[in-house]
């Protein structure tokens, strides 16, 4: 499942590949899952509109529309209903989802949901066999919670401190920070020193300051890795592979920890595996 820094990386491979371009029709397969906006919506908002950029927010990634210069308005045409206003395309891939810039004469894959003609000759298609991936238009998408990479240690003390639930569940609470799974959580707390079940509340200033900078830390540098398989990534193979980012603790359960080699250990918290060394976590 991509994760914030893949994320990032696709919707800035995507950025420098497609900005600018004009999506001239859209395809919407039949399968309901996909579409969270309806079909009608997304081909209205989209068809006709040039893609101003492209960006991340949270692991959403928003195509940000402008109307189309050059085209003469077709008076038989039927009214769009956000072409004059701020209008945007979201992707969310969910588990399996992919975007693909292909030649129109590249085969279409299975499960492909959305093809998307651009002025430049190419198409833009979302494929997602497993369909947890979802596709909507708005006019001025919010996700929940802040960005990660741009909180202040102000506003993050303000959201982490005091709560009593365990560091890890706040910091997989999508209303609290958005985009921070399972692995860069569990990385995040080990460079911190923190074990997963630490309550929040019980967690110094100091040590929250040391979580902010691991988390900012573990992001920046996975994204740095993924940026050059980017191609690989959004090209018609799809998912091969991204470069990650080396885990310290995610995955290791029983291999000796990388600073003092005590074996790492696995708990479940909240449905969801954790992983940590119990010698360098306190
Ligand atoms: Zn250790």
């Given at each position: 499942m991509p994760e914030l820094p893949e994320v990032e990386t696709i919707a800035r491979g995507l950025a420098k590949r497609v900005s600018g371009d004009v999506i001239e029709s859209v395809w919407l397969g039949q399968k309901k899952e996909p579409l969270k906006s309806?079909?009608?919506?997304?081909?209205?908002?989209?068809?006709?509109?040039?893609?101003?950029?492209?960006?991340?927010?949270?692991?959403?990634?928003?195509?940000?529309?402008?109307?189309?210069?050059?085209?003469?308005?077709?008076?038989?045409?039927?009214?769009?209903?956000?072409?004059?206003?701020?209008?945007?395309?979201?992707?969310?891939?969910?588990?399996?989802?992919?975007?693909r810039i292909c030649e129109p004469q590249t085969e279409i894959a299975k499960h492909t949901h959305a093809i998307l003609k651009l002025s430049s000759g190419r198409e833009l298609r979302f494929v997602d066999p497993r369909r947890f991936g979802r596709l909507s238009v708005s006019t001025q998408f919010d996700a929940a919670g802040v960005e990660p990479l741009e909180v202040d240690l102000d506003r993050f003390l303000t959201l982490f401190r005091g709560r009593n639930t365990p560091i890890k569940s706040a910091l997989l609470n999508q209303n609290l920070l958005r985009g921070v799974g399972n692995i860069y959580a569990d990385e995040s707390l080990f460079r911190a020193g923190l074990r997963p079940r630490r309550r929040a509340s019980s967690i110094t200033r100091e040590q929250l300051r040391q979580l902010l900078l691991a988390v900012k830390q573990v992001l920046t540098e996975a994204i740095a890795l993924g940026g050059s398989s980017i191609s690989d990534y959004v090209d018609a193979e799809g998912e091969e592979g991204f470069f990650q980012l080396q885990h310290r603790v995610y995955g290791r359960e029983g291999e000796p920890c990388l600073v003092c080699k005590t074996p790492i250990k696995r708990v479940v918290i909240a449905g969801r595996s954790s992983h940590y060394c119990p010698s360098c976590q306190k």
């Amino acid at each position: 499942m991509p994760e914030l820094p893949e994320v990032e990386t696709i919707a800035r491979g995507l950025a420098k590949r497609v900005s600018g371009d004009v999506i001239e029709s859209v395809w919407l397969g039949q399968k309901k899952e996909p579409l969270k906006s309806s079909a009608a919506e997304i081909s209205a908002t989209l068809e006709q509109s040039r893609i101003a950029a492209v960006r991340r927010m949270g692991k959403h990634i928003v195509f940000d529309l402008a109307p189309a210069n050059g085209r003469k308005p077709n008076s038989r045409m039927k009214p769009k209903p956000f072409q004059q206003k701020k209008a945007q395309w979201i992707v969310h891939l969910g588990m399996t989802g992919s975007l693909r810039i292909c030649e129109p004469q590249t085969e279409i894959a299975k499960h492909t949901h959305a093809i998307l003609k651009l002025s430049s000759g190419r198409e833009l298609r979302f494929v997602d066999p497993r369909r947890f991936g979802r596709l909507s238009v708005s006019t001025q998408f919010d996700a929940a919670g802040v960005e990660p990479l741009e909180v202040d240690l102000d506003r993050f003390l303000t959201l982490f401190r005091g709560r009593n639930t365990p560091i890890k569940s706040a910091l997989l609470n999508q209303n609290l920070l958005r985009g921070v799974g399972n692995i860069y959580a569990d990385e995040s707390l080990f460079r911190a020193g923190l074990r997963p079940r630490r309550r929040a509340s019980s967690i110094t200033r100091e040590q929250l300051r040391q979580l902010l900078l691991a988390v900012k830390q573990v992001l920046t540098e996975a994204i740095a890795l993924g940026g050059s398989s980017i191609s690989d990534y959004v090209d018609a193979e799809g998912e091969e592979g991204f470069f990650q980012l080396q885990h310290r603790v995610y995955g290791r359960e029983g291999e000796p920890c990388l600073v003092c080699k005590t074996p790492i250990k696995r708990v479940v918290i909240a449905g969801r595996s954790s992983h940590y060394c119990p010698s360098c976590q306190k």
